[in-house]
């Protein structure tokens, strides 16, 4: 629970950094697996569960979970949806 100041202050202040550090990890890794597939190289998750066997010298691992990043992201979306919605309620709700 936050006042509505707080929470005007994370939406203008802080959500659009949470957005930018995001979406430039998701497209970082988004951009890598292009350039690896275009050289025909494997591109392996650190957090999957992997046969050392069927793993080549030229994979190129991943060291972020993939399935957390897109939890993460969907939160915010989440928070700051539920975040404008209330907002709007109480800009409604409010007698000037």
């Known amino acids: 629970m936050r006042s ?34 275009a050289k025909g190289f494997g591109i392996v998750s650190a957090t999957a569960t992997v046969n050392t066997a069927d793993v080549k010298p030229t994979d190129v691992w991943v060291n972020i979970s993939e399935k957390e990043l897109a939890e993460e992201i969907e939160h915010l979306e989440t928070v700051l949806g539920g975040l404008d919605g209330q907002l709007s309620l109480t800009n409604a709700t409010t007698a000037i």
């Open 4 to 37: 509505v100041a707080d929470w005007l202050t994370y939406r203008r202040e802080v959500a659009p950094g949470q957005q930018q550090f995001l979406g430039s990890l998701r497209s970082g890794v988004e951009g890598l697996r292009k350039q690896i597939a």
